[in-house]
């Protein structure tokens, strides 16, 4: 086997031999393609040669990434990690070439998008596969397609709503934006903290409207809500419809909301919806979401035992209906609440819209929340579903974020749920099929 060429500054292997000239000006055809020669030696891929550009596309110089140079892709997001090592395999037995756009780390710390093209050589020989590759920074294209989108959909929004304002959160600042009205400035807040704070939201319509919105932060999703908000001037709550749609890039991550609060009124002719079926109506021998929260305010407000706040997430919810079926869907979220309700049949339950359950415990020790969380693994193992006249193997597991304090009293709701939420969200994020305990500490 010939020599690995190990000194990556030196220039000599990028000139395109006779028999690879093709190769090389079909990749690159630009003169800031940053350029390199890759070998994918089992689950890492080791830099054989980079040349400046590269060093100047990814953000980092020689020296700050000599640490890599044995595993480059260890500065991507995992996911995307996972994806390039997946297209070099079909690169491999395809012969083909591979496009992908990655999201990585930059020296500085911030995140950038790059561009990568590759195809397999054989003018470096060598017992693994290797890839001549380019790379391109595209974080500003990638920037400016997601205002695009933001644009797009913020303007949809308006088309649909009359008198109302804007508002806009960012999940990488954590700010949320308004715009009350044409011509004045706007106010931004912090989003946890605005969440704690306000008193603008009707408190029995505030939790679900919180819910709505932190649900909008883990996945791609739109619609409407109809609450009850306090107008500035009158110092009266008013019905109000609020139209939120979340903006995800092309991986499901979440970048912004936007949405627009309109006013309810005779003469824009918008009903109001406060009595929807699915905030209001029990769910098998659940109760309402309505009721449920109203018990939980009056346990949390009277008593100072250790409390606990449980979200209950069914894994992979979303695939269910295009997978399966609408009745084997609809017959998996029955299920799930007759396990949820008997499991943790001494608390207050209740199904929140799709596939989210709410559970408050009383009087219940951390190590408690574990064990109930082992039951409810036990009785997920236990049930098969049915599709017409047909059992399937089909099985349901709970990802499940919990908000646990020693001294209920001194917590309020809103502080419960975004607890809890953010809880649930580490534990989808870190695998699902598990639970996540976040303490309440005052």
């Known amino acids: 086997m010939d020599k690995k060429i190990t000194d990556i500054t030196d220039p000599s292997i990028i000139v395109p031999a006779d028999n690879c000239k093709d190769i090389y000006f079909s990749l690159f055809n630009s003169m800031y393609d940053g350029l390199s020669v890759f070998e994918v030696c089992g689950n890492k891929i080791r830099a054989l040669y980079l040349n400046e550009r590269y060093f100047d596309n990814v953000g980092y110089t020689l020296e700050q990434y000599t640490p890599y ?22 690169c491999i037995r395809n012969h083909s070439d591979f496009y992908c756009e990655v999201r990585g780390y930059r020296y500085d710390g911030s995140v950038g998008w790059f561009c990568i093209r590759a195809r397999t050589v054989d003018f470096i020989k060598s017992d693994n596969p290797v890839f001549l590759a380019s790379i391109n920074d595209i974080s500003r294209r990638k920037e400016l397609e997601h205002k695009y989108n933001i644009s797009k959909e913020r303007y ?13 959160y960012s999940l990488l600042n ?25 008193n603008r939201i009707y408190p029995d319509d505030a939790i679900y409207f919180y819910y709505i919105l932190m649900r909008c932060c883990r996945k791609e999703c739109k619609g409407f809500i ?75 407000s009277h008593k100072g035992t250790k409390g606990a706040l449980l979200f209950a997430d069914i894994d992979d919810f979303g695939d269910f209906n295009s997978r399966y079926g609408k009745e ?23 199904k929140f819209p799709d596939d989210e359950f709410v559970i408050y415990a009383e009087n219940m020790s951390e190590p408690d929340l574990h064990d109930r969380y082992e039951k409810l693994q036990a009785a997920c193992r236990t049930i098969k579903l049915t599709s017409g006249n047909t059992v399937s193997d089909i099985g349901i597991t709970f990802s499940v974020g919990a908000a646990w304090t020693h001294n209920s009293s001194k917590v309020n709701m809103k502080d419960y749920f975004i607890t809890a939420e953010r809880a649930l969200y580490k534990t989808k994020t870190d695998g699902k099929n598990r639970m996540y305990v976040e303490k309440i500490i005052f």
Not at 268 to 289: F, H, M, R, S, V
């Open 328 to 350: 084997a869907t609809d017959n998996a979220v029955a299920l799930a609440a007759e396990i949820v309700g008997d499991v943790f049949s001494d608390s207050v339950v209740f």
């Open 156 to 168: 949809r929004i308006l088309e649909e709503t009359s008198s109302a304002f804007l508002f806009e």
């Open 226 to 300: 109809d609450i009850r908000y306090l107008d500035n001037v009158t110092e009266e709550y008013i019905h109000s419809r609020v139209h939120y749609s979340s903006i995800a890039d092309e991986f499901g991550f979440v970048l912004k909301i936007v949405g627009r609060i309109e006013d309810i009124t005779e003469q824009n002719g918008i009903k109001a919806d406060l009595i929807a079926e699915k905030y209001n109506a029990p769910y098998g021998t659940l109760p309402a979401a309505g009721d449920a929260i109203a018990q939980i305010s009056e346990k949390i």
């Open 174 to 198: 954590d700010n949320m934006t308004f715009f009350p009205k044409a011509g004045k400035s706007h106010e931004i807040v912090n989003y946890g903290m605005y969440l704690r704070r306000s």
């Open 69 to 90: 140079i044995e595993n480059v892709t260890v500065t991507l997001f995992e996911e995307d990690e996972q994806r390039i090592f997946g297209l070099a395999q079909d």
